[in-house]
């Protein structure tokens, strides 16, 4: 539209300013004012860029209105604003602001409609005489929310579950952002959801998705507690108006759960865990072909609050009487005297504060009979450095701990509730533990245990069986040699920095190792032969 130029002055005509009325010496100072959105405190000082009429700002609903801004050579501006959807000749807003601090004069403009398009300009003044205006802006307005509604066929609102808590189920969101009469809207521009409290952010949030052109987003969320669970959605629209939805429905328990050592999200698969290039922890399932987590635990989760880097994590079993079959995490973040406990209770969310694990203050020597503890015994975990979960010692899923300290082998076992290890059992006692890499595989289908290790100046991997006798109890003497039981070769550390073991990933009875390579990718083995290169690693 184009603005006349006894439009431009407010109604003071171009005659008046050609006679020299109202010379025009004072000058706007930018080549063009800028239009802010005060929704959500944001200010004339914290003004958009000034768009053009084919590309107008959209400004959402705000309590004064939008915030016209201009930076002047003067005491002052004056603005008008014109309704461009109705292209009515007068404005339908005049008025004046001092300029305050950095020359900047400011005003709001209430009563605007809602999917109409405005053009503005704005004159500066200085005592009784005005400048030439200042260049067309534009804006709409949009003051509508968005809305949102959610469907699930795996678990309705209504009506009966398809699956189970610790599941993974289907959400289809479907948002729309309602057209005023008369008007337009700005559009859907993307979408939040989660379990919780979705907090402060907008379409720059790292959870924020776009959604498809029909403006639906589908979301593979598994459900993490068994009853009436809540999925909150929030629904950004393009002028910065949020609107939300809540979906409620009812997820069954599982009274026959997929049960296998070293899952750690439900699947009944074992699970690899590593840090991301950032620092959050991934989970990856053993089965995968490729590297695509199945869950992230955010960095700010981790035992230090920022990453997971420099932290060691074991997992290897659960207490069956805290939740479901699913492995809970002992870390340890290097040099720390804290060992820590994540129940996992919410499949893999680990949405809760961990827990510190205690040091026993009994010990036992080799053979498991009680004697002193060794001059130099740790009265906490700060000479571990390396743990592993070696799996349960008993009937029940917890497992026992076995760490490497001051080159030795030690076996926590007999754990109480938390992981609140009774005993400490020092395995070997001459410090030739110092130069492994420690690996626990978890138990075969015979319910033997062994420990593997690599010799990090050789890249000789070994595997030392830890065999159940009749009684039950477990011999480890084939500990006493870390030099023994080679089964491979090559798994050099400048070759593969980090090698691990998830159990039986493949489903033959016999656990797997994982390697992560040089340049970060995930190598997993049947046994500790047929590599099979998964990608990299994010």
Same mark, same amino acid.
């Given at each position: ?44 000082? !914290?003004?958009?860029? #000034? ?69 503005? !300009? ?67 521009? #993307? ?228 992981y609140r290890m009774r005993t400490a059992r020092q395995l070997t006692a001459d410090g030739s533990w110092a ?104």
């Amino acid at each position: 539209m184009t603005l006349s130029r006894a439009r431009r002055l407010g109604g003071v005509t171009a005659a008046a300013v050609a006679a020299g009325l109202l010379a025009p010496t004072a000058a706007v100072a930018d080549t063009a004012p800028a239009v802010a959105d005060t929704k959500q405190g944001v200010d004339s000082y !914290h003004a958009k860029a #000034c768009d053009s009429v084919a590309d107008p700002t959209w400004i959402g609903r705000s309590v004064l209105g939008p915030a016209l801004n201009v930076k002047v050579t003067g005491t002052g501006a004056r603005f008008g604003v014109w309704d461009v959807t109705t292209g009515a000749e007068d404005p339908v807003f005049t008025g004046e602001a001092q300029a305050g601090f950095n020359q900047l004069a400011a005003l709001n403009v209430p009563g605007l409609l809602d999917g109409h398009s405005y053009a503005w !300009h704005a004159w500066a003044l200085q005592g009784t005489q005005t400048s030439a205006p200042s260049a067309d802006c534009h804006f709409t307005v949009d003051t509508t929310s968005p809305t949102a509604t959610v469907t699930s066929t795996d678990f309705p609102s209504s009506g009966t579950a398809t699956k189970f808590a610790g599941q993974v189920g289907t959400f289809v969101i479907k948002t729309t952002d309602p057209v005023p009469a008369g008007g337009e809207s700005s559009g859907v521009a #993307c979408v939040r959801y989660g379990w919780g409290d979705l907090g402060i952010g907008g379409c720059d949030s790292p959870d924020a998705v776009v959604p498809e052109d029909d403006g639906t987003v589908t979301a593979s969320l598994r459900v993490l507690n068994w009853g009436t669970n809540n999925l909150n959605v929030q629904v950004i629209d393009n002028a910065g108006n949020v609107g939300g939805a809540g979906y409620t429905f009812y997820a069954p328990w599982n009274q026959n759960p997929p049960k296998a050592l070293g899952d750690v999200d439900g699947d009944g698969v074992p699970d690899v865990l590593l840090p991301d290039a950032a620092g959050n922890l991934q989970i990856i399932s053993g089965n995968s072909g490729d590297t695509t987590p199945s869950a992230v635990i955010k960095g700010g989760q981790s035992p230090n609050q920022s990453s997971w880097n420099n932290v060691q994590v074991a997992h290897r079993g659960w207490d069956a009487n805290a939740h479901a079959p699913v492995d809970d995490l002992l870390m340890h973040p290097s040099g720390s005297p804290a060992l820590y406990l994540y129940n996992n209770v919410d499949y893999a969310s680990f949405t809760r504060l961990p827990s510190m694990i205690g040091r026993p203050s009994s010990c036992q020597d080799a053979a498991g009979t009680a004697t002193a503890c060794p001059a130099g015994y740790a009265t906490d975990w700060h000479k571990a450095d390396q743990i592993a979960l070696i799996g349960p010692l008993d009937s029940r899923m917890v497992s026992s701990l076995v760490t490497v300290e001051d080159g030795n082998l030690w076996l926590f076992a007999n754990p109480g509730m938390s992981y609140r290890m009774r005993t400490a059992r020092q395995l070997t006692a001459d410090g030739s533990w110092a130069g492994y890499d420690v690996i626990a595989p978890g138990p075969d289908s015979a319910g033997n245990l062994a420990l593997w290790a690599r010799e990090r100046a050789t890249g000789d991997l070994h595997a030392y069986p830890i065999a159940k006798k009749a009684d039950g109890t477990f011999d480890f003497s084939a500990l006493a040699n870390p030099k023994a039981d080679v089964v491979a070769s090559g798994f050099t550390v400048d070759k593969y920095p980090t090698l691990g073991s998830s159990g039986d990933a493949d489903g033959d009875g016999k656990p797997d190792l994982w390697a992560v390579t040089a340049d970060r990718h995930l190598v997993m083995y049947s046994g500790w032969t047929d590599a099979n290169d998964l990608g990299p690693l994010a």
